[in-house]
């Protein structure tokens, strides 16, 4: 007997969709044991909970396969009802990643500030606060600010952990060069002519969003998929990154909270 064609297609369908099923691995993250061990955090009744400023970050570590796609998903709530919208709890869902060699990527590393790019214009000297460049008329004052150095045209340079300088705090145009005072001081030598750059700090990688808690239960979620050559986004990887671990800030900015988390998970498909 002869299969007709819508037949075949609807069959070839559910095939496709079984085995997408079954490539989905969902891992549920409930236990305080699932998390890096920590007091703070404690367990009753499938859910946990927290009463103060927590950084939850998972016991299990992920190897990042940028073809595939990973979701996080939680529900949050703070007990404490009646309270004032200012003083709702924040909640930060999402990853700390990092490289082959283990180092941890985060903003500063991959976050280029376009048109910054120039060279020293002099020998900076470990341990000084100011330093020479070629052009900084595209520069300005931030404390978020990285001068990253030994920089390359290509991006090759990235994830670059070579920092010249952390903060700039004033910018001066003198004679054939710029002056660049710096919050924090040059941690070592570097030559006149290295390349730099201006990269931009930030947080982790907050897939699952952020929130600001109240006493109904809030869904967080997201997804990431893919690698960037340059940047920092909640929706794909930094450039280079090999592992992840989850991580949640829970009451991050210091309120009176009791915070409860259930329905904790990853799933990688």
């Known amino acids: ?3 007709n064609a819508s037949l075949k297609a609807m069959i070839g369908s559910a095939v496709m969709l079984a085995a997408g099923t079954l490539a989905a691995q969902t891992i549920e993250l409930n236990k305080a ?3 890096s061990k920590n007091p703070a955090i404690v367990e009753k ?3 946990l ?3 103060k400023s927590v950084m939850f970050i998972s016991a299990k570590t992920f190897d990042i396969d940028p073809e595939k796609t990973y ?3 939680l529900s949050v709530k703070d007990s ?3 309270k004032d919208p200012k003083d709702k709890p924040w909640v930060l869902f999402g990853f700390i990643v990092t490289d ?3 180092r941890t990527i985060m903003p500063p590393n991959v976050n280029l500030v376009a048109g910054t790019e120039t060279v020293l214009a002099a020998d900076a000297k470990k341990g000084s606060k100011t330093i020479l460049v070629k052009d900084a008329s595209k520069w300005k004052p931030a404390g978020h600010f990285y001068v990253c150095g030994n920089t390359k045209a290509d991006l090759s340079d990235l994830p670059n952990f070579t920092f010249v300088g952390t903060g700039i705090a004033k910018v001066e145009k003198k004679d054939d060069a ?3 005072t710096l919050v924090n001081p040059v941690p070592s030598d570097f030559k006149e002519g290295t390349s730099l750059r201006i990269h931009a700090g930030g947080g982790y990688v907050y897939t699952g969003g952020n929130i600001y808690a109240d006493n109904n239960w809030k869904v967080m979620t997201g997804s990431i998929k893919g690698m960037s050559k340059s940047g920092w986004a909640n929706n794909v990887w930094p450039k280079d990154t090999v592992k992840a671990k989850i991580i949640i800030l829970a009451d991050w900015n210091n309120k009176k909270a009791d915070l409860q988390f259930k329905d904790l998970s990853i799933t990688i498909k």
Do not use: P, S, Y
Request: aromatic share 8%; glycine share 8%; net charge negative.
């Open 71 to 73: 979701t996080l998903k």
């Open 178 to 180: 710029w002056e660049v």
């Open 45 to 47: 009744d499938g859910e």
């Open 100 to 102: 082959n060699k283990g």
């Open 1 to 3: 007997m002869k299969m």
């Open 49 to 51: 909970a927290v009463t």
């Open 80 to 82: 404490l009802t009646d």
């Open 33 to 35: 044991a699932d998390w």
